[in-house]
């Protein structure tokens, strides 16, 4: 009957419910255990303090902290192809064209992303104490693209049409695709932007240290804003999957006993 139908739909829903309600949990639990861990980092800024405890160990370095630095280039700069007076240490410029395809099954247009092209560019950058002078401690960042978390900031977005000519038109006719349009981002980790950096550091000579990936496989991390905002994006994770978790405990736990009353009802009708 539609009734029992609606039962074993019940029954089935809680299940993948409570087990997705599972699921969130374990992840929310894994988040907690992460940022508990990331507290447990000491956090530095470039500065004497750091410079001093650096000097203090054996081996003239800190396997693995937390440091929070503007970001200064050490010589040249990188400028912006697009936009006058933007400057940085790293860029990324990303050309990728738009096509449309015909598919005779479905008979519709499609559209599709080819023809991507990316340029990186880096320069040899350093995170210093904010307003620190010239004489103030530095920390060369080592190998910043194999860190993880590194969103740099989209400076420049254009969409523009590609004019159709006849080899178009003849390209359409024998493949059924052409490009329309072509996109071009540009993105760049900018001068004075705050960062927050995980990973180990090494007193290099004098008052300059080192950024560099961690020899213990810890994770070597840049993240492009202050320490702060870095715990809390991760406090946003947590209650995110803690979130999730409640709702789904709660929608799995009121189908269940709808399914299981409606059940017993059915059973206590038939006799």
């Given at each position: 009957?539609?009734?029992?139908?609606?039962?074993?739909?019940?029954?089935?829903?809680?299940?993948?419910?409570?087990?997705?309600?599972?699921?969130?949990?374990?992840?929310?639990?894994?988040?907690?255990?992460?940022?508990?861990?990331?507290?447990?980092?000491?956090?530095?800024?470039?500065?004497?303090?750091?410079?001093?405890?650096?000097?203090?160990?054996?081996?003239?370095?800190?396997?693995?902290?937390?440091?929070?630095?503007?970001?200064?280039?050490?010589?040249?700069?990188?400028?912006?192809?697009?936009?006058?007076?933007?400057?940085?240490?790293?860029?990324?410029?990303?050309?990728?064209?738009?096509?449309?395809?015909?598919?005779?099954?479905?008979?519709?247009?499609?559209?599709?992303?080819?023809?991507?092209?990316?340029?990186?560019?880096?320069?040899?950058?350093?995170?210093?104490?904010?307003?620190?002078?010239?004489?103030?401690?530095?920390?060369?960042?080592?190998?910043?693209?194999?860190?993880?978390?590194?969103?740099?900031?989209?400076?420049?977005?254009?969409?523009?049409?590609?004019?159709?000519?006849?080899?178009?038109?003849?390209?359409?006719?024998?493949?059924?695709?052409?490009?329309?349009?072509?996109?071009?981002?540009?993105?760049?980790?900018?001068?004075?932007?705050?960062?927050?950096?995980?990973?180990?550091?090494?007193?290099?000579?004098?008052r300059m240290l080192r950024l560099q990936p961690p020899?213990?496989?810890?994770?070597?991390?840049?993240?492009?804003n202050n320490y702060k905002s870095f715990l809390q994006?991760?406090?946003?994770?947590?209650?995110?999957?803690?979130?999730?978790?409640?709702?789904?405990?709660?929608?799995?736990?009121?189908?269940?006993?709808?399914?299981?009353?409606?059940?017993?009802?059915?059973?206590?009708?038939?006799?």
């Amino acid at each position: 009957t539609m009734s029992n139908i609606l039962i074993d739909w019940s029954t089935l829903c809680a299940g993948s419910t409570l087990a997705f309600s599972g699921l969130f949990y374990y992840l929310y639990q894994q988040e907690k255990t992460k940022i508990k861990k990331l507290k447990a980092v000491p956090k530095f800024e470039p500065g004497e303090t750091l410079l001093k405890v650096v000097r203090a160990t054996p081996y003239k370095r800190l396997q693995y902290v937390a440091v929070e630095g503007v970001v200064q280039p050490e010589g040249d700069l990188l400028t912006s192809q697009y936009v006058p007076g933007c400057t940085g240490v790293m860029q990324k410029v990303i050309v990728q064209e738009h096509w449309r395809e015909w598919d005779s099954v479905a008979r519709l247009w499609r559209n599709r992303s080819m023809n991507q092209q990316e340029t990186n560019n880096t320069v040899p950058f350093s995170l210093v104490a904010p307003g620190a002078g010239a004489g103030g401690v530095a920390i060369k960042v080592r190998e910043p693209r194999e860190a993880k978390g590194l969103h740099m900031e989209q400076v420049y977005k254009r969409r523009r049409c590609i004019p159709q000519g006849v080899a178009d038109f003849a390209l359409l006719g024998l493949t059924g695709a052409q490009p329309v349009e072509q996109e071009v981002r540009e993105e760049m980790l900018r001068v004075g932007t705050e960062m927050t950096a995980l990973g180990e550091v090494v007193l290099e000579g004098g008052r300059m240290l080192r950024l560099q990936p961690p020899q213990d496989r810890q994770q070597y991390l840049l993240y492009p804003n202050n320490y702060k905002s870095f715990l809390q994006m991760h406090h946003n994770v947590a209650n995110m999957w803690k979130w999730l978790g409640g709702f789904c405990g709660i929608t799995g736990t009121s189908l269940l006993t709808w399914a299981v009353c409606s059940r017993l009802g059915d059973t206590r009708r038939g006799r």
